[in-house]
């Protein structure tokens, strides 16, 4: 396993083969080796810097179905809210004076949010922080639309791949989403000039060693600026409420080999990691992650906003957010920084 560990260092690519065996058969020895060889080259590229991009939840409606998430259509026990324009100017304005330089409009697809009204939003958020990056993560939408909000100042997209494979995808999704019309999404977003970030659950139902290593193929394919993973965690009000959630071993195992694979990217630790482990943020970063991503939504929104059961953060206001985020990483002798942050892994326009 060592052997193919080296080899994914120096040549940044397996074959499917190769990664299947390596996901598989890993021992805890393999991963101490791989979070080591990870460690060392985010050092030399980003050294003990932890960024960190302010995310605000700014809907919760969300006209899709996928079987694993709490904000799903199907649910109707959530209390439903979006973010006026003023409330999300106001995260932004609190986020600016914390230091965030990155602020991530996250959201479910809703239908409300129409063009006009996203760019408006966007637009204004550009002129008022012409130094912040502003970051999208509003789910599948077309060509144009997209080309119209990166035009309005947007200049990143985070759309998950959530599992390369068809068959796979079918069984957490349903019909009509589908992983073509998501992958060519990325494409999409990727050919219009976005810093493109994307990523996939680990533990999700049915998945297997194979559908991981389908997905670090794509990762290679696609190479995107950002690459957010975390593990499956159950919501109780959706099909999937009685599978297990994926394995804090897993996921960290998965954040060194992406680590390795693209020695660049942006790799946050995530909050579902934070939330099946106590320190499950740091262990990630201890194993080549280098993002944060707090939260900045008003804490009244934010236990409507649950993707899955006992998200952390919660109750925390945006500034408990971010000092417990740099005392956690000052504990593992990291830091937080007020940059952009923007990927080193910037790709030719294609
Ligand atoms: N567990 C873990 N992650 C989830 N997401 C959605 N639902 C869950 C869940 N139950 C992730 C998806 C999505 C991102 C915003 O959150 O990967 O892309
Ligand atoms: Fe939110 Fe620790 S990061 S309370």
């Given amino acids: 396993m060592k052997n193919i560990i080296?080899?994914?260092?120096?040549?940044?690519?397996?074959?499917?083969?190769?990664?299947t065996a390596l996901i598989a058969g890993h021992s805890l020895g393999d991963?101490?080796?791989?979070?080591?060889?990870?460690?060392e080259i985010r050092h030399r590229h980003y050294h003990h810097d932890v960024y960190t991009r302010g995310l605000i939840e700014f809907t919760n409606y969300c006209k899709n179905d996928c079987f694993y998430c709490g904000i799903r259509r199907s649910n109707r026990i959530v209390q439903r809210y979006r973010l006026t324009k003023e409330q999300i100017l106001d995260c932004c304005s609190q986020g600016y004076s914390l230091g965030f330089r990155t602020f991530v409009l996250q959201g479910g697809e809703d239908g409300y949010f129409t063009d006009e009204i996203m760019a408006d939003i966007v637009s204004t958020i550009h002129s008022l922080y012409p130094d912040c990056a502003i970051t999208l993560s509003l789910g599948e939408r077309s060509f144009e639309s997209y080309l119209l909000l990166f035009e309005a100042g947007a200049d990143r997209y985070l759309l998950r791949h959530e599992t390369f494979d068809s068959g796979h995808y079918a069984a957490l999704h349903p019909k009509p989403l589908s992983a073509l019309n998501r992958q060519q999404c990325l494409w999409d977003l990727k050919k219009i000039g976005y810093q493109v970030g994307t990523g996939f659950m680990v533990g999700?139902?049915?998945?297997?060693?194979?559908?991981?290593?389908?997905?670090?193929?794509?990762?290679?394919e696609l190479n995107p600026q950002m690459v957010g993973i975390g593990p499956f965690i159950p919501h109780h009000d959706t099909p999937f409420a009685e599978y297990p959630a994926g394995t804090l071993e897993l996921t960290l195992?998965?954040?060194?080999?992406?680590?390795?694979?693209?020695?660049?990217?942006l790799l946050p630790a995530t909050t579902a990691l934070?939330?099946?482990?106590?320190?499950?943020?740091?262990?990630?970063?201890?194993?080549?992650a280098n993002v944060v991503m707090p939260n900045l939504s008003p804490t009244d929104v934010r236990k409507n906003y649950l993707l899955y059961d006992n998200k952390?953060?919660?109750?925390?206001?945006?500034?408990?957010?971010?000092?417990c985020l740099e005392r956690r990483m000052d504990s593992i002798g990291y830091h937080l920084v007020s940059l952009r942050g923007d990927s080193l892994n910037i790709d030719p326009p294609l």
């Fill in 6 to 19: 080296d080899k994914l260092e120096q040549e940044h690519t397996l074959t499917q083969n190769e990664w």
């Fill in 31 to 39: 991963a101490e080796y791989l979070f080591e060889r990870a460690r």
């Fill in 204 to 220: 999700s139902p049915w998945q297997t060693a194979e559908n991981l290593a389908d997905d670090m193929l794509f990762l290679g």
């Fill in 253 to 265: 195992f998965m954040l060194g080999l992406i680590r390795l694979m693209l020695p660049k990217v």
């Fill in 274 to 288: 934070g939330t099946i482990a106590p320190d499950g943020r740091e262990q990630g970063i201890l194993a080549g």
């Fill in 312 to 323: 952390i953060c919660t109750g925390d206001e945006a500034a408990e957010c971010r000092g």
